[in-house]
Structures are given as C-alpha cells and as structure tokens.
C-alpha cells in the first residue's frame, strides 16, 4: 500500500446504528484507509455490512457516528452543494439494484448526469457516445433498459457512473446478477478502468475467485471489519 500519499477515503470510527423498530448496528467503528489508485474488493456475508459501506464512502449516507474523510475534508462539515459536487464529480456509484431509469432509453440513462451538470447538448452527445463505447454498447443506444440483459443493465449503470470521469468508482456485486461469463467479463472491465484511467476502485463481491482479482480484499463480519489484506498474489503477477 503506498503510504506516502493521502488517503482519498477514510472512514474514522465510522459506525451506523439504524433505528426504528428492529434497531441494528450495521457498522460498528470501522476504521479505513483507501489510497489512490487501489482496486479493492470487499467481500462477507449477507448482513454484515458490506453495502452500508459503500454507501458511507459514497457520502449517499450521514453515519450516525465517527467521520469521514474524502480528500482529507470531513464529509461532516460539508454543505448540501459540497455533497451533491461530490457524489456528482468525485464518486462514481453504481448500485445493487442498478437504479436505470425505466421509462429513458440506454443513451438518456447516461447522459442524465451529465444534464445535471447542465453541460451543453452537442459536448453530451460526444461524451455519453464514448462512454458507450467504452462499455461496449454502441449499437443499444436507443433500446430500453427492459430489452437489455442483467450484464448490459450492469453496463450501463457504469458508464453513467463513469460520464464525469470520477476520481473513485464504487459498485455494490457488480456481478450479483450475472452468470458467471457475464460477471468474468465486467470484472475484467472495471479492473481495466483502474489500471488504464487510474481511478480507485471499490466493488463490493461475494464471489472469491472475483475477490482474488484484486489487489485488496476487506472481509466484513458484523459490522466489522473481519480482515483487509493486500493481495500479494495478484501484486505479484501484476
Ligand atoms: N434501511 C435499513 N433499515 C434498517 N436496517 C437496515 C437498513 N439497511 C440495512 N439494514 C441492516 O443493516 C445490516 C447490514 O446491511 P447491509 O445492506 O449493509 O448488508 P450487506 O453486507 O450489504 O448484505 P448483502 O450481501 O445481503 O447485500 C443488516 O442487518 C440489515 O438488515
Ligand atoms: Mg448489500
């Protein structure tokens, strides 16, 4: 792990009680350091956290205690614009479910953000065609999320992810859905959008062979974290 650079995520202490009827601690003072550039997988049983995680370093969630650190700026203090510039510009997320807007065709579903950002149509076009390409769906542009396969949802879901060239991607079981061909071959994309564009990247599995791809694996059990180990395997085979 390189340790002469800052953090670009660190959790401190950072736990999440959900209240309400069955309260539950879902995350119990986890402490975290991920680096720039890290291709970290995150694997444990069902319930153990590993979702509440990535939605905590994502900032789509308040913890209920402890801090976290997103370029060394406590995600805490930041206003409502800080936040959304952040989980717009920085984070990449792409969900369980992959959260594709049904009623928009593939092209629209990744040009959304964009239009958030209130970039100009004709820059939108250039960028979201690229992004489609670079997930490999150029000829479904215009087909609906319903007459897409779980792997090409997946896809999608990516590339919207990717369209403002985050610094971090965070996926929750990018493969959850898939056969274990279509699973393969999405793994072997976001390993290459580490390596090739250098963005940190955190996905969350709980397919082991999967897990050893990367070069850090963190083991969730109860809210905790069970082990986080580099994988010097991997590290070794480059
Ligand atoms: N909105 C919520 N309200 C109450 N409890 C919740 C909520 N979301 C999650 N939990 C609880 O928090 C714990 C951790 O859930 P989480 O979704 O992080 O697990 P996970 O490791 O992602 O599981 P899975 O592998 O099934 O996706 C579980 O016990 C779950 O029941
Ligand atoms: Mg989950």
Redesign the pocket.
């Known amino acids: 792990m390189p340790t002469h650079e800052e953090p670009v995520l660190q959790m401190q202490d950072v736990s999440?009680e959900?209240?309400?009827e069955?309260?539950?601690l879902?995350?119990d003072k986890v402490n975290l350091k991920i680096f720039p550039g890290e291709l970290i997988s995150i694997a444990?049983?069902?319930?153990?956290?590993?979702?509440?995680?990535?939605?905590m370093l994502g900032c789509l969630d308040k913890p209920t205690g402890g801090e976290i650190f997103l370029d060394g700026r406590p995600v805490s203090r930041m206003n409502d614009n800080e936040l959304a510039d952040a989980r717009l510009y920085k984070i990449g997320f792409v969900a369980?479910a992959f959260n594709l807007a049904p009623t928009l065709d593939v092209f629209k579903n990744v040009e959304l953000p964009l239009i958030i950002r209130e970039v100009e149509a004709k820059a939108r076009k250039k960028i979201v065609e690229k992004n489609l390409s670079v997930v490999d769906l150029s000829d479904k542009a215009r087909s609906m999320p319903s007459q897409l396969s779980g792997g090409q949802k997946q896809r999608v879901a990516i590339a919207r992810a990717l369209v403002n060239e985050p610094k971090i991607l965070l996926a929750?079981?990018p493969t959850g859905n898939l056969d274990s061909k279509s699973g393969a071959d999405i793994i072997r994309f976001i390993i290459d959008l580490c390596k090739s564009r250098g963005i940190t990247v955190i996905f969350?599995t709980?397919d082991t062979k999967i897990a050893t791809q990367t070069n850090r694996i963190i083991r969730?059990l109860d809210?905790r974290i069970e082990s986080d180990v580099q994988n010097k395997r991997k590290e070794g085979g480059g």
């Open positions: 999440m959900y209240k309400g069955s309260p539950c879902a995350l444990g049983p069902s319930g153990s956290g590993k979702s509440t995680m990535l939605h369980q929750d079981e969350v709980h969730m809210g």
